[in-house]
């Protein structure tokens, strides 16, 4: 299809180049170190203008409890610090719901508690940052309080958003342990994810829940 109307459709459809056979091997080269250039300058376009965001942000979500989002949370963030060169965080996003501390082990749950008694102006970066620690399979993690006794939920949705939206310029991968879509901000939230796990199972009832 080589003449001027099939060369014009195709632009048309949107293709970057058009030629037709037989073609000069020098040409097709030419051809296509010309397109790569042009990629290149669209690309630098494109990431000048992107908004700055450091993380790359992971959020796990079922319909209802019960369907693992926690282990799966876990498992991700030990496989992600074993295979990849860069920092990883993982955050259990469910205040007066946790269970790592007890899964793992660990005595200490201040690490979400304590920037939820903050107001949502004060949580920073570097505050979110200071309220994790380190464990053996070489992720960071956030933990969450077993129960809500003491939280603020009136203004709840307002400092997850915050602390999500600090986590964002974090510098590595960030896992979040969202639960269920009754998370307090849920949409806010969802926002600043790159990418959203939902988990479900083989049971009619819970796929239906889950679409």
């Known amino acids: ?10 632009y048309d459809a ?3 180049d058009y030629l037709t056979k037989p073609v000069h091997p020098a040409e097709l080269v030419a051809h296509i170190k010309a397109l790569l250039g042009r990629s290149r300058a669209r690309n630098s376009v ?6 700055a965001q450091k993380s ?14 926690s282990s799966c949370v876990l498992n991700l963030a030990t496989s992600y610090a074993q295979t990849y060169k860069t920092p990883v965080y993982a955050v259990e996003l469910r205040p007066g719901q946790g269970t790592w501390a007890l899964e793992l082990g660990f005595n200490n749950q ?14 920073t970066t570097p505050l979110v940052d200071s309220s994790f620690f380190a464990t053996n399979f ?7 309080p077993s129960e809500g006794a003491n939280l603020d939920f009136a203004n ?20 979040l342990d969202i639960g269920t879509n009754f998370i307090p901000g849920f949409e806010n939230i969802c926002q600043n994810l790159q990418e959203m796990v939902i988990l479900t199972e083989p049971q009619l009832v819970t796929v239906r ?3």
Do not use: F, W, Y
């Open 1 to 10: 299809k080589s003449q001027v109307d099939d060369k014009v459709a195709g």
């Open 56 to 69: 790359h942000m992971v959020g796990v979500v079922a319909c209802r409890g019960g369907l693992g989002v």
């Open 138 to 144: 070489g992720a960071k993690i956030l933990l969450a």
């Open 156 to 175: 709840m949705a307002a400092k997850l958003s915050a602390i999500v939206k600090a986590l964002s310029n974090l510098q590595g991968i960030v896992l």
């Open 46 to 51: 494109v990431a000048a203008q992107a908004p």
């Open 209 to 211: 829940r889950t679409d």
């Open 14 to 16: 949107g293709v970057d």
């Open 110 to 123: 201040d690490g979400l508690s304590s920037l939820l008694q903050k107001q949502a102006n004060e949580i």
